[in-house]
């Protein structure tokens, strides 16, 4: 038997196509007195359509007398297997929605990829870009003032006997040359990209 495509969605169990031998047998099954109202009704009902349902066929046919029925290999003979179509699955809005998120995180990946070759790549590597590198840059200057206070104080304290107001003058001038030193150097370490910090150097030998 070959397959076929019916549009009515709502035929129950297998259904078959009409045949010229089944329309006969429904016709004369719809007049047959042996047979209850309600299938005879059915009988009729099913001979005037294109389609019909095996197993309603297959009952009207068990209930007539085996001396008015006709085989049930030759009743079927010709007939084709209706198949039908389900209805597309509607799709509900988060889904539609997360599909749509996915589509372009997709086409935003794919034309990273394009441009990768012309595009600049990110430095990954500023600096203070970690905690670590934050706290270790603040102590490092703290220690340079300090240390620029201190060289500062003893050494205006040996040029002018002992002066309070000239040692904390020579103190306050060395905390400012070791914040302009530290200013200095800060700007040698960002403008060369090869002096980078140890946790940006060690981060950068993990990604590697």
């Known amino acids: 038997m070959k397959k076929m495509s019916s549009d009515d969605p709502n035929q129950p169990g297998l259904v078959i196509t009409m045949t010229e031998s089944i329309r006969l047998f429904l016709l004369s099954a719809s007049k047959d007195r042996r047979l209850s ?3 005879r009704e059915l009988a009729l009902t ?23 029925r006709p085989g049930l ?3 079927f003979s010709g007939s084709n297997f209706v198949f039908t179509s389900p209805k597309p699955r509607e799709k509900s809005e988060e889904l539609k929605e997360r599909l749509r998120k996915l589509t372009e995180l997709a086409e935003r990946k794919e034309y990273q990829e394009l441009v990768k070759d012309i595009t600049p790549k990110k430095d990954l590597n500023e600096p203070f870009s ?4 934050q706290i270790g840059f603040g102590l490092h200057v703290a220690l340079t003032m300090f240390t620029g206070y201190l060289i500062g104080y003893f050494a205006f304290r040996a040029l002018f006997n002992h002066s309070p107001i000239m040692n904390s003058a020579g103190g306050i001038l060395g905390l400012v040359f070791g914040m302009l030193l ?7 370490r960002t403008s060369e990209p090869n002096l980078k910090s140890p ?10």
Do not use: C, G, H, V
Not at 47 to 65: G, L
């Open 37 to 39: 109202e309600e299938l």
């Open 46 to 68: 099913l001979s005037s359509a294109a389609n019909a349902p095996y197993k309603q066929i297959r009952s009207i046919w068990m209930e007539s007398a085996f001396d008015s």
């Open 73 to 75: 290999i030759s009743l």
């Open 130 to 133: 970690t905690y670590k590198d």
């Open 182 to 188: 530290e200013t200095f150097l800060f700007i040698i």
């Open 199 to 208: 946790s940006s150097t060690s981060r950068l030998k993990k990604n590697q």
